[in-house]
């Protein structure tokens, strides 16, 4: 049968291929002409079961019994879970098991095998299709973007070496320059003593001509010369200079010259949250909601409730939450009356301050007041919720020698961060803030102020890297860098208010600088980050911007 027309043909016997046969075998699953029933019940090494055409289908096909040879089973035993024949059953292995038709549970079975078919059919297979599918896009895409990355890659390194060309020829065109200077400055001395020599050869001829002829008077008037030539001129020494090549660093030089940002660390994603995605920073970021928090003494500290809540504190035991229209929603004092140290708000949308004059970290729940942590001989400063729900503390000593970081659980101590692999102190000692965040990376950032430095280290407390500001001179002032509030955002980037130059820093996770954020804030003073990539920034003032800086 031709494929092409098979949708045009007729049914046809199976064994003359008369059209439009009258008759089926409903276990061979073949179609007969009345002729040729004889024919095809003449094999009796099988069973069949003729029936007209119109009743194809109608016959039950029991299962063969896999213990008695040419039996079939039209009993299923519910308790064994297969289907028996009459001799099984005769056999008393069933005996007291609960028997069922087994057409009854072949039609329950097929009304699953239906569902199954559907799903299979309509929703799981075509599916599975379209992932192949997917993943075929993917591949062409993946191809056309890893040309364009080698391209853009070869590009760029041409650039450098343009720009590494243009300085070889700076440096030789300055080489040239004092090369030209230097001769010049050698001939005209050379060419003033040869001047001398031909003036003394001059004079030597002549008291020569006046010694041989004897001539009075010659001799009567001739001057001396030699006390002008007694003085020799001076011997000139080029103090020729000097090339000294910076040492390469090549880690330094492979991030300056770019980095591949991926999702994570194999490159692909397979669902990831919308978090997880590369954010570029924006050319210019843009304020897209500012208030005030209405404080009558400067504000110090504030700490996301929520995208459009926040808590607020300054110099005062006062602590405010206010939404980002400026209105109070709720005021909680202090239970000590000291001013709150820190902020930082619970996964359960708990506050939580510490109060540096009664050395305690406190949890404000129903704006009932319950001290978590009550420390001997340590005072509290900055404090933050980790990933993993512990509290981190970064703690003085009451005589201000030493500074430490420690994570609580709860309120009991699990770890305690101090020194380096050395010995050295992490931390500066001396009565300054240290205020502290939790980067996407679980590293553990601590804003110094009494060093001027931010201090990194890895989960396990191990030196990562220290960033005392940027070495940009064309936009970092004279002032020393003064860390005063710090967050990172969903690319575990840094970032820190330092305000007495009016700057936020904005960091990658390995501390190398990217860039400023100038002009939005006079003196800002803490910083935090809403869900959306959105920073916060307080300054002494009282007012608090919303800065979107992400794209």
């Known amino acids: 049968m031709d494929p092409k027309y098979s949708a045009q043909d007729v049914m046809r016997c199976a064994l003359c291929d008369t059209p439009v046969p009258s008759m089926h075998c409903d276990f061979c699953h073949v179609n007969l002409c009345k002729n040729c029933v004889e024919e095809h019940l003449s094999d009796l090494s099988i069973e069949h079961k003729v029936v007209p055409f119109k009743e194809r289908g109608s016959t039950p096909i029991y299962p063969k019994c896999l213990y008695h040879d040419k039996r079939h089973c039209e009993l299923y035993c519910e308790k064994c879970d297969i289907p028996v024949c009459s001799t099984c059953i005769s056999s008393g292995k069933h ?3 609960r028997l069922s038709d087994a057409l009854k549970i072949f039609r329950f079975k097929s009304k699953v095998l239906e569902k199954d078919l559907k799903e299979l059919e309509n929703i799981v297979y075509p599916k599975y299709r379209e992932i192949v599918s997917d993943i075929r896009n993917e591949k062409v895409n993946l191809e056309k973007h890893y040309n364009l990355l080698e391209t853009t890659v070869t590009k760029h390194g041409e650039v450098w070496h343009t720009e590494i060309d243009a300085i070889i020829d700076k ?20 060419d003033n003593i040869q001047q001398k020599i031909s003036e003394m050869e001059k004079t030597i001829l002549n008291l ?23 003085e020799l001129p001076s011997r000139l020494h080029v103090a020729l200079p000097k090339f000294y090549p910076m040492r390469i660093n090549a880690e330094q030089l492979h991030q300056q010259f770019g980095s591949f940002i991926s999702t994570n660390e194999y490159g692909y994603r397979k669902k990831a949250p919308e978090t997880a995605y590369f954010k570029p920073l924006l050319d210019t970021p843009i304020v897209i909601n500012s208030m005030s928090s209405e404080y009558n003494i400067r504000l ?28 109070l929603l709720q005021s909680i004092k202090t239970e000590s009356g000291n001013s709150p140290a820190d902020i930082a708000v619970t996964r359960n949308g708990n506050l939580v301050y510490t109060d540096n004059g009664r050395r305690t970290v406190n949890i404000v729940r129903r704006k009932e007041i319950k001290s978590l942590i009550r420390l001997l001989n340590w005072r509290p400063s900055g404090v933050c919720m980790s990933s993993t729900n512990d509290l981190l503390v970064a703690l003085l000593s009451e005589d201000g020698k030493q500074s430490k970081v420690v994570r609580y659980s709860g309120s009991k101590e699990i770890q305690v961060i101090q020194f380096d692999v050395d010995g050295k102190p992490l931390y500066s000692s001396g009565y300054y803030c240290r205020f502290i965040t939790e980067n996407r990376n ?11 430095a931010v201090v990194v280290v890895n989960k396990a407390g191990h030196f990562l890297f220290r ?27 840094i970032l820190i208010a330092d305000s007495d130059n009016n700057f936020i820093h904005i960091l990658d996770q390995y501390g190398y600088f990217l860039r400023f954020i100038e002009g939005f804030v006079s003196r800002p003073v803490d910083l935090c980050m809403d869900t959306k990539d959105n920073l916060l920034v307080a300054d002494h003032s009282g007012l608090v911007k919303k800065i979107k800086y992400t794209g």
């Open 95 to 97: 005996k007291r098991h």
């Open 300 to 327: 110090g500290r504030i700490a996301c409730l929520t995208d459009e809540i926040l808590w607020t504190c300054g110099n005062g035991p006062i602590m405010k939450l206010y939404n980002l229209h400026c209105e």
């Open 208 to 230: 020569q001509e006046i010694f041989k002829n004897r001539d009075v008077s010659l001799a009567s008037t001739y001057i001396s010369r030699n006390a002008e030539f007694k």
């Open 442 to 452: 679980q590293n553990i950032c601590v804003a110094d102020l009494g060093a001027h």
């Open 171 to 190: 440096e030789k065109s300055e080489i040239n320059k004092m090369r030209i200077h230097h001769l010049a400055v050698l001939k005209e001395h050379s």
């Open 467 to 493: 960033y005392t500001g940027s070495s940009n001179t064309d936009y970092f002032s004279s002032k020393r860098f003064e860390p005063s509030g710090i967050t990172t955002d969903s690319q575990s980037r």
